[in-house]
């Protein structure tokens, strides 16, 4: 097997559930690669045996790995979607956060989660991610213009609301009064957009989600669209600069852009081991229709 490994963050928890990784790789003869800087983060921590190879771009990653390992939580799942892009790479999470949603491992069954990948007692579940341009072009935005969870418009400097001009497919939906819009695919529908009042949508559901956050307007409700539909907005507000994030990475704008979402080209596998599944995880992590009543 050939292996990326990829982290953000190091903290001493975190290390011996590293260790039982690299451990567990090396022992199936794994050809591992580590993501520069976290190795960096590794050594700097605790003695690491061995000479790994790393990667530091989405570059040094092709076809020709089989998985690609994150350590962490849910947002280092996100992170990893810089590297991983179009490369076709299956992603699966070793949860060493907290909730755990994406990063389905439990930290104390990555031997086990590896023994299930070379007998192959997994499927591949694919994840449409959403695009975006801009008009005009932010540099910023040139070469990370996907997001895998959301994107979101939001005020920046000020307390009062902005409002999202919104266009369907070029028809005018409405002008939402707000703190923000989410747009949302259905792996994000368990994220900001849940806690804004959005619907949790299956992972396999051809749809986005437009999820106002604090609106004003209270008859907005969240919408659920087809997937192949092209979003676009734009923002005014008592302040011109407002803040666009992808995932986890926010730029900021004005009130003279145009923004343009629609589906990427491409897709993101995340595996799916046997004993694992979108809806045992909703009943486990989000405790779907929990009543304590019932106990």
Known sequence: MKIAIYGHYFNQEAQQYVEDLLNALNKKNATIYIEERFLRLMKSSFKVDGNYK???????????????????GDGTILRSITYLRDSNIPVIGVNVGRLGFLATVNKEHISEAIDNLQNKNYTIKERTLLSINTEPKIDALEDFNFALNEITLSRKNTASMITVETYLDDEYLTSYWA?????STPTGSTGYSLSCGGPVISPQAKSFVLTPVA????????????????IKMRVSGRENEFFLSLDSRIVTIN??????IKKASFTIKM???ENHSFIK???KKLLWGEDTRNK
Not at 55 to 71: E, G, R, V
Not at 179 to 183: E, N, R, V
Request: proline letters at 6%; aromatic letters at 10%; a negative charge.
């Open 54 to 72: 790393t990667f530091d771009n989405y570059n040094d990653l092709n076809n020709s790995f089989d998985f690609m390992f994150t350590i962490g």
């Open 179 to 183: 703190d923000g819009l989410i747009a």
């Open 215 to 230: 609106p004003h307007n209270l008859n907005a409700r969240p919408l659920i669209i087809p997937d192949n539909t092209e």
């Open 255 to 260: 009130n003279q852009t145009t923004i343009h």
């Open 271 to 273: 595996i799916e081991l």
């Open 281 to 283: 995880t909703l009943r």
